[in-house]
């Protein structure tokens, strides 16, 4: 029935339903009943009504990045796939707009982008640079190292297209830069991970391409001094792009040459107004000297850019290194980067863990990475005992912690979005509201939405 | 409910006498704001901590009575008239600075202060509040959280929701709770973003939570000055092709110039047809090079002369001209409309000659400040408001002129908001379906619709 009524819609060619073919699609172990390739956002309308009428749940699916965030899914009937909407659909330099379909990638806008006139981009640098979609990093609100200085999805959208749960299509903000007319719907949108709408399409402000990028790794022996480090250059004037603190396990796995007496890095990438860029640098390095650094590696060209696209990458060189590998994510105050790290490194030793951290130190996150090659069983009980515990210090510090990706048998024992706050009943009435049958993505975001 | 009694109730609430208005005079003064809409309230309320909010929104609630929440009443759609009577709740004694956390670059305060004050008491620091609405010395920061306040600075920093990271609100019931934090990315769905520029529809915020940061090293401003309109805005394109970031792109037109001169005398000359102001900010490096070039591209447009200011009396001469725009102007005439209809830059000078032929067309005189880095167009329609057939007349150029703005591709506002005013006009931008979402957010803040209510939303049918 399903199938037949979704075919019509969407034509032979465009729906699958042959398991050998759904198990691409697989989520927290389950499988979808049937994938549909919908032409465009008038399909999905049509598609989203049949669900509606048939109570089936829906999830939107860009290129299967983000299927590890979120909790196991509580339904899962249909996917609606975005990869046949992958178009541009505006491109205009005078305004330094761009609306991209939500099927296509990033990584195509950029291109295009650095293509036209003078060069442009986009000032986004999320993980998995080259597979993820412009749908899928506005509905996971992802973002990159150089958000310290241009910020995050959200300071970056002027519009977004998306089908509401209802069927309708509707249309939030527009492409100028600055609109007030109406509440803000885009902001709902942007992270609420599929369960208020499926993205259409996205229109991004866009910048011209910095005259110069650089990148200084300063490398330092203690969490002091990296801390000593890195608040000294958040109250400076400087405006580097990335204020990055990696581990010794994450320069470990992303193979850098650092000498022994090395234990963090703390990468600063620069970019902009040439002088500007030159000046950063130079005082970068004083500042370095000033915290006791024990080297300094300067990355130009080619190595500057492999090196911040491997380290945004990270989250897929775990993904792929380590089968059991878990991702998570805290937020805290900006000034506490090393105190989290440090906390970190303690407990994992203590719980016999092997981490990388990287810490994007000028906004007050840190991700970490839990190296788990061969199984995770023995060590389950464990790894709740560190997540409990470090989600109880970033509470502390007015954050939270989030698990972007783990094992089954790891999410079925923790709320994989931290701990509720206050509004969360605000946030539950939206979704009542907007979606009172439940059928987008049900189960995977914040207390089970 | 008898205004007698909700008066009393009021009273008991706040237990001061002085801080519970209900004079004739009073009912007056509060009817108003710089729109061209008046209302009345039954009562106003000043209270002086969040507790007080949340007792006067139970009673509110309780009673099914509007309650419109307000600042300074700079607002310029009708924002902030109490159009169906009511509490009207006037934040003037909540206006202390509750933190200033420089470590983590942070401040919390409460939504009464005037944003210019805010950042008087950052400087000390070395800290700034980016946002800059022109009206930053007497609007307030509660009135910029509703009202998602732009101004000349955000064409590169960005517009109030940029800067706010959280508030402390006061549900339709009295309830309180915070959304957002101190701490970036909290998971779930980004309610301070939707609670800015709601326009004081959704809740009523008691504290705001915003991001702060070190301020720029060093700032360069220049004034250009031009023969033509055309020639302006063709240079403001040619900055942004340029690859150029300026702070801030203003351009000011004739009309506007001779009331700036009548007013605060910054020293524009009368006979330009046009001048833009542009100021860069950030690291001093390469700022000299940037700002030749600016002078080169304004050359290139044929412009008459560029000023450089030397100093800081020289730049605060500058902006004076800029921020004393609106001011200036509302001398020419007895009143003005300000609409703020928005498009994208490279649509601005063919908007603007359509602009120009619609105040021809009514013979109502339109001076234009804009910020030209954002497309964001202030056409202050000139009128007298003691003539009844001008003030109809006048509603309809504003109705037209966001006409070619949506025609255009742009909307219909870009940082006053909708208000009353613009309600009629919400159709040229949005669907029934777009209209229908955005009531379902409306009912799940306010479903008994006492919260600042007939504004943003067309009623239903």
């Known amino acids: ?449 | 409910m008898e205004k007698e009694n909700m008066i009393s109730a009021l009273k008991e609430i706040i237990k001061d006498e002085r801080y519970v208005l209900s004079s004739d005079v009073d009912l007056l003064l509060y009817g108003y704001d710089a729109s061209l809409y008046r209302g009345k309230p039954d009562v106003i309320v000043l209270p002086n901590t969040t507790a007080e909010v949340s007792e006067i929104m139970k009673f509110a609630y309780r009673e099914k009575i509007p309650v419109v929440a307000r600042g300074s009443g700079t607002n310029l759609t009708g924002g902030s008239i109490p159009g169906k009577g009511g509490i009207v709740i006037h934040f003037s004694r909540m206006d202390r600075v509750i933190e200033i956390d420089i470590e983590n670059q942070r401040a919390i305060v409460e939504p009464g202060i005037f944003t210019l004050d805010f950042k008087n008491r950052l400087a000390p620091y070395g800290f700034v509040y980016q946002p800059d609405p022109a009206s930053e010395s007497v609007s307030t920061m509660g009135g910029n959280f509703a009202e998602n306040s732009g101004g000349p600075l955000c064409f590169k920093y960005g517009v109030t929701t940029n800067h706010m990271l959280g508030a402390e609100v006061v549900l339709y019931n009295g309830e309180m709770t915070w959304v957002g934090g101190k701490a970036l990315d909290n998971p779930g769905y980004d309610l301070t973003g939707l609670l800015v520029g709601s326009e004081g529809t959704l809740a009523i915020a008691t504290k705001l939570l915003v991001r702060i940061m070190p301020a720029p090293e060093a700032r360069k401003t220049l004034l250009a000055i031009f023969d033509t309109l055309k020639d302006a805005a063709n240079t403001v394109s040619d900055i942004i092709e340029d690859g150029i970031i300026p702070a801030t792109l203003e351009m000011l037109d004739k009309l506007t110039i001779e009331a700036v001169e009548a007013s605060v005398h910054a020293g524009y000359p009368l006979d330009a047809e046009a001048v833009l102001l542009i100021e860069l900010d950030g690291l001093k490096d390469g700022m000299e090079r940037l700002a030749d070039r600016i002078i080169e591209l304004c050359k290139q447009n044929k412009a008459r002369d560029v000023k450089a200011a030397k100093n800081e009396d020289e730049r605060a001469l500058l902006w004076a001209g800029r921020k004393g725009a609106f001011g200036a102007v509302a001398r020419l005439e007895t009143s003005y409309l300000c609409n703020d209809g928005t498009v994208p830059r490279n649509k601005l000078p063919e908007v603007l000659e359509k602009v120009v032929a619609v105040g021809k067309r009514y013979n109502l005189r339109i001076a234009n400040v804009f910020h030209a880095g954002d497309g964001n167009l202030h056409p202050l329609v000139l009128f007298d408001d003691r003539n009844k057939a001008d003030l109809e007349k006048v509603k309809l150029v504003g109705s037209e002129i966001l006409k070619i703005c949506a025609e255009a591709g742009g909307t219909i506002s870009g940082e006053h908001g909708i208000g009353t005013e613009k309600i009629k006009e919400m159709g040229l931008i949005f669907s029934d379906e777009d209209i229908s979402l955005l009531r379902k957010v409306k009912t799940v803040f306010d479903p008994e619709e006492i919260i600042n209510p007939g504004k943003i939303l067309p009623e239903t049918a």
């Open chain 1, 1 to 449: 029935m399903m199938f037949s009524k979704a075919e019509e819609i969407v034509g032979r060619d465009y729906i699958i339903n042959d398991p050998g073919r759904l198990k691409d699609f697989t989520v927290d172990g389950k499988l979808p009943r049937v994938v549909v390739y919908p032409a465009n956002v008038e399909e999905i309308s049509q598609v989203i009504k049949l669900a509606n009428k048939e109570d089936w749940t829906v999830m939107p699916w860009g290129a299967g990045t983000k299927r590890g965030m979120g909790g196991i899914p509580r339904k899962f009937d249909m996917v609606i796939s975005l990869s046949r909407l992958n178009r541009i659909l505006e491109l205009e330099l005078g305004n330094l707009h761009f609306t991209g379909q939500a099927g296509m990638t990033l990584h195509e806008a950029q291109e295009t982008l650095a293509g036209k006139g003078r060069g442009y981009f986009i000032r986004l640098n999320p993980p998995f640079s080259k597979s993820a979609t412009l749908g899928g990093i506005v509905a996971a609100n992802s973002s990159g190292p150089s958000r310290f200085l241009y910020g995050s999805t959200r300071d970056m959208i002027l519009g977004i297209g998306f089908v509401a749960p209802n069927g309708d299509i509707i249309r939030a903000g527009g492409r100028t830069a600055k609109n007030v007319s109406g509440y803000d719907i885009g902001k709902l949108i942007i992270g609420s991970l599929g369960t208020l709408g499926i993205i259409s399409d996205v229109t991004f402000k866009f910048l011209p391409l910095p005259e110069k990028s650089a990148t200084l790794a300063v490398i330092l022996s203690s969490l002091e001094d990296t801390h000593d480090f890195t608040s000294g250059m958040l109250n400076s004037n400087l405006f580097p792009a990335s204020i990055e603190i990696l581990n010794t396990t994450a320069m470990h796995e992303l193979s850098m040459d650092i000498p022994d007496n090395g234990k963090y890095v703390v990468a600063i990438c620069t970019e902009g107004v040439k002088e500007s860029v030159d000046r950063q640098l130079k005082d970068v390095e004083e500042m370095g000297k000033g915290s006791n650094a024990v080297g300094v590696r300067s990355y130009l060209g080619e190595d500057h850019v492999n090196f911040w696209e491997s380290l945004s990458d990270f989250p897929k060189i775990v993904a792929e290194r380590y089968p059991y590998g878990i991702a998570c994510k805290s937020n805290f105050l900006i000034s506490k980067p090393a105190e989290m790290v440090k906390l970190w490194e303690d407990r994992a030793i203590k719980n016999g863990l092997s981490c990388a951290l990287i810490s994007r130190a000028g906004n007050g996150v840190l991700y970490s990475y839990i190296l788990l090659k061969d199984s995770i069983t023995e060590h389950l009980d464990a790894l709740v005992n560190h997540l409990e515990d470090m989600t109880e210090e970033a509470v502390k510090r007015d954050g939270n912690l989030v698990i972007e990706f783990a094992p089954i048998a790891l999410k079925e024992r923790l709320s994989v979005w931290g701990r509720l706050r206050d509004d969360f009943k605000i946030m539950q009435g939206l979704k009542k509201q907007i979606d009172p049958a439940g059928i987008l993505n049900p189960g995977r975001f914040i207390g089970g939405i």
